[in-house]
């Protein structure tokens, strides 16, 4: 893995600590979640956030252990960092920081005071709600004890929301080494002390520079402590939701094998080069086990579970890293849910919503690919009814007007107030870019989609339906309506205000995809590179375009106004890559912009997206999914 790691210049500094951010997932859905500099500047950040029945609907339960260390002199240091709305930046506990490590995807801290020097380490179990916090004293006064005590600050409350303190205080019960919040989780460690008090006005400042409630109340719920004599002596908490009388091995032990885990997941993928292995991990946070079996979060740390996302995702997330069995499973699940020929957009919402017209064209996609790496066969024979199905319900037309057009038998779509594509942003629920008609990137799908079906019909020896005639239609159209005067392709045909020639990354998947409908065009891409490309990847608008906008900032409709209107996105640099390598290009410096990334914002992983304009800087969920994927892809593939 690439080394990360810094030291008090960074850790010690506000603005460049606390907008570095770790990660660490149960495979649930579930995470722990902060910054080097150890101040929570999101509503998300904690010890133990816990997924429900789907990923989305998380709650936040342990905030922070803050560690308290009294010296020999009996005088007492505070290693926390906190921010409050008053301003007040107290303790201050960063500027105790002498060095933080990301080592094998668990990060790691050491503060030293004055000869004493305490590391902190964080591990979740795999596999169910629970984090281990293991504190260690690394070198200590000659002749005198230190007692090291962390306090434990807790709620419990919807991930998306706060609690306040003109409100009931979470219930908190002792147990024999710890407590019960809220009968919800359990803490335990040792010298347990109960408090009970709010402590108010926690300010969190990126929610705060996104327009949304930046304040909540937390509850002081209690301490733990112990002295530490010796350098190697600990003090280990441990944290867990779910059955609360099934404890967790020992926190050491559990860093130990969360350790162990991570070396194994990056083996299992066969990294060419340390980036490689990086990303591997990176993907691993986005693959997690629901009560139906195998799913993909979108990004951490708000998104749950989207199709598009899963099935774009699919190749780098789970073919890419040795995960093929886990990938067949999904793939079977996510046929078991096909509905008029649509897979579900997401659930996130609360309800089943279907309002996406390109995610089952992705699912096809997805199906072509897993079959064409492993040679699964099997698999193909089995899904193949239901993809003739997909065929058949688009050629009847389904859902929010998404049919195959009879006149060229490329697919259309659009209903008031939606926005069917990838580009799905809405402000005040009026679509910013509703693209309606027949967008570029759903025919390219399309297309791509037909001829798999008729490629997966042949190696099993099944009847591919209506697929070869409306491939061979849907080609031949694609080829002789999409290239547009300007010298690229239509964004969009036949909208309500005729044909769309914006400049945007969507036009990629044309060239891309395996089965593309178009041959590579080096004059085209010329134009699309020198326009569109950052050190991050594609922008999602010509900057010389109507409605462009450079920075993706500030409250929730000025940040969905720019979502894809420049705003960069760093999934779309997969397409890109493929293009570029199909007519003959070199790629290995393409990834150098993402590569300076991994140590930038989500600590090695790959961000949401990023400003438009110079410097780029990174924007959205700091750990996304297909970010990530589509980087791991289209540098091994």
């Known amino acids: 893995m690439i080394p990360l790691a810094f030291g008090p210049q960074v850790c010690g500094d506000l603005v460049a600590g606390a907008t570095r951010e770790w990660l660490l997932t149960d495979g649930l859905g579930g995470y722990a979640m902060g910054t080097v500099s150890g101040l929570r500047t999101r509503r998300y950040h904690a010890l133990l956030v816990v997924a429900g029945n789907v990923p989305a609907s998380r709650h936040v339960g342990l905030v922070s252990l803050d560690p308290v260390i009294t010296l020999p002199s009996g005088a007492q240091v505070r290693l926390a960092t906190h921010e409050w709305a008053s301003g007040a930046v107290e303790p201050k506990g960063h500027h105790l920081i002498e060095r933080f490590d990301l080592a094998d995807g668990l990060p790691r801290w050491r503060w030293r005071i004055g000869d004493v020097v305490i590391e902190r380490e964080i591990a979740m179990v795999h596999g169910r709600p629970a984090v281990a916090v293991v504190h260690r004293l690394i070198a200590g006064p000659s002749g005198g004890t230190v007692r090291l005590s962390v306090d434990a600050l807790c709620t419990w409350r919807d991930a998306h929301g706060e609690r306040y303190a003109d409100g009931p205080p979470p219930r908190v019960l002792p147990t024999a080494d710890g407590a019960v919040v809220e009968q919800a989780y359990r803490m335990a460690g040792p010298g347990w002390t109960p408090t009970g008090q709010w402590w108010r006005g926690a300010h969190h400042r990126e929610e705060a520079a996104r ?156 199906v072509d690919r897993h079959v064409a ?217 393409l990834f150098t912009g993402i590569e300076s990334h991994l140590p930038e914002f989500g600590l090695a992983s790959v961000s949401e997206t990023a400003d438009g304009y110079a410097p780029h800087a990174a924007t959205g969920c700091p750990f996304q999914g297909w970010s990530v994927a589509e980087t791991l892809r289209a540098r091994r593939f």
């Open 373 to 589: 790496v492993t040679g699964d066969t099997d698999l193909a024979a089995e899904l193949l009814p239901a993809l003739r199905g997909v065929v058949d319900a688009h050629l009847a037309g389904t859902r929010y007007g998404i049919r195959a057009d009879p006149a060229d038998g490329l697919l259309t779509q659009g209903a008031p107030g939606e926005a069917l594509t990838w580009m799905d942003a809405r402000v005040y629920g009026v679509p910013v870019t509703p693209r309606f008609g027949k967008p570029v990137e759903v025919n390219a799908l399309w297309v791509n989609g037909l001829a798999a079906i008729v490629d997966l019909a042949a190696r099993v020896g099944q009847d591919p339906g209506a697929a070869p005639a409306v491939h061979a239609r849907a080609r031949d159209s694609f080829c002789a309506r999409y290239p547009a005067p300007s010298g690229w392709l239509y964004d969009v045909l036949d909208g309500p205000g005729g044909n769309d020639m914006s400049l945007r990354p969507n036009q990629l998947l044309a060239w891309s995809l395996p089965r593309a409908p178009l041959d590579p065009d080096e004059s085209a891409l010329r134009m699309i590179g020198a326009a569109l490309m950052t050190p991050l990847g594609p922008r999602s608008l010509a900057p010389d375009s109507p409605g462009f906008t450079g920075n993706h900032r500030g409250t929730p409709a000025q940040r969905d106004a720019a979502y894809h209107q420049g705003t960069v996105w760093p999934w779309t640099i997969g397409p890109y890559a493929d293009a570029c390598r199909n007519v003959g290009w070199r790629i290995g410096e």
């Open 211 to 366: 327009g949304l409630q930046p304040e909540e109340d937390l509850w002081y719920a209690g301490r733990f402590g112990r002295s530490l004599d010796t350098p190697g002596d600990t003090l280990e908490v441990l944290a867990w939701a779910g059955d609360l009388d099934d404890r967790p091995a020992p926190a050491t032990e559990v860093v130990a094998a969360a350790r162990e885990r991570h070396w194994k997941v990056i083996a299992a993928a066969a990294p060419a080069d340390p980036v490689d292995a990086t990303l591997a991990l990176a993907a691993d946070a986005f693959v997690v086990r629901t009560s139906t079996g195998p799913d993909v979060v979108a990004g951490y740390p708000w998104f749950g579970a989207w199709s598009r996302d899963t099935m774009t995702s699919y190749e780098g997330l789970l073919l890419a890293t040795g995960r093929a069995e886990e990938g067949r499973e999904l793939l079977r699940a996510y046929a078991g849910t096909l509905s008029e020929g649509m897979l579900a957009n997401t659930a996130d919402t609360g309800s089943v919503e279907y309002n996406t017209c390109d995610a089952t064209m992705w699912y096809l996609h997805a």
